[in-house]
């Protein structure tokens, strides 16, 4: 198959690499798709729950992740902030907050999709330091947010990557920014067994190995019963960033999280774009392919 197209879509990744076992699969796959054009990749708290330098934790984890690829010094990598927003709007602005300005008043440089794996805290940062940049051609995709209207949901409450950073998540969705919302009933749907992981991921070198025995080993020390598979939660951002048309979306009227993680109409803000369906084939297909074809050629080097 020849294929000469080299337009390419650009974008960012804002990742709690380190929070669980599903972050990994989708920052590899963003790095092995070659439509994307990946201008940064945020490392990201996720909270104080398991461990007081969670955001250092994710930037160490991501560099593994680089070295596994042989990309390290190959994607620019900006911290963002190591702790949820605050009362004082400087209290998060990081590095990783600047990058997004950055890319967002780059306007000749076409359109730009920032896709959020965990909390929106880098997100607000960028925003109020650079209040602007909701009004450009940015879209915000984020992975988090419980279920709307009557879905009965069964996860922790509030919606974990809401949870880690509700004021965040009040500052994007008031800013007027495009925003493709994941929801939490949507992303866990997108599961792997371990016989699944056993065929598909882990003979695919060292990478594969380490992706797939990571899913095993975060289940064995944090779920309490009996499980042989894991949603790959994360991983709709980038299918999303791969093929925006993968997806069904419906318009939701703009709404607000009260303190204890519910939808409540909101004056401010625009309209966003729900995700209620993803093309899980799709999406888990192509990054089982691109992982067979970097095993082999990593064993051909």
């Known amino acids: 198959m020849i294929i000469q197209d080299t337009r390419r879509r650009r974008v960012i990744i804002d990742s709690d690499v380190k929070n669980e076992a599903d972050d990994q699969f989708a920052v590899v796959h963003a790095l092995l798709s070659p439509s994307l054009d990946i201008c940064g990749i945020i490392p ?13 934790d994710s930037r160490a984890e991501l560099e593994h992740l680089l070295r596994l690829m042989d990309r390290t010094g190959g994607v620019r990598v900006e911290n963002g902030s190591p702790s949820a927003l605050t ?14 300005v ?11 999709f920032i896709s959020f794996l965990g909390p929106l805290t880098d997100m607000a940062a960028a925003l109020l330091l650079a209040p602007d940049i909701a009004a450009t051609d ?20 509030p919606e974990f990557n809401l949870r880690n950073d509700i004021r965040a998540a009040n500052v994007v969705f008031a800013s007027g920014i495009r925003i493709w919302q994941v929801p939490a009933n949507v992303y866990r749907l997108v599961s792997v067994g371990y016989a699944e992981l056993r065929r598909r991921v882990e ?4 990478l594969g190995a380490y992706l797939a025995q990571a899913v095993v080993d975060f289940n064995t020390a944090h779920h309490g019963v ?10 709709p951002a980038v299918a999303l960033m791969i093929d ?16 204890t993680g519910h939808c409540v ?27 067979a074809e970097f095993g082999e050629s990593a064993a051909a080097r």
């Not at 003979?203 to 060292?206: E, L, N, Q, R, V």
């Open 44 to 56: 990201a708290h996720f909270g104080t729950g398991r461990s007081a330098t969670s955001m250092q």
């Open 87 to 100: 009362a004082d709007p400087a209290s998060a602005v990081s590095d990783g907050a600047r990058l997004i």
């Open 102 to 112: 950055e890319e967002a008043r780059r306007t000749d440089a076409g359109p730009l």
């Open 138 to 157: 940015t879209t915000v995709i984020w992975i988090g947010g419980p279920p709307y209207g009557d879905r009965e949901w069964r996860g922790t409450w």
């Open 203 to 206: 003979p695919h070198g060292a």
């Open 226 to 235: 009996p499980v042989e598979s894991r949603s790959l939660g994360d991983s």
């Open 244 to 259: 925006p048309w993968c997806a069904v979306f419906r318009a939701q009227p703009p709404v607000r999280f009260t303190d």
């Open 265 to 291: 109409p909101a004056e401010s803000g625009s309209a966003v774009s729900v995700v209620e369906e993803i093309d899980v084939r799709f999406l888990l297909e192509d990054m089982f392919a691109k992982l």
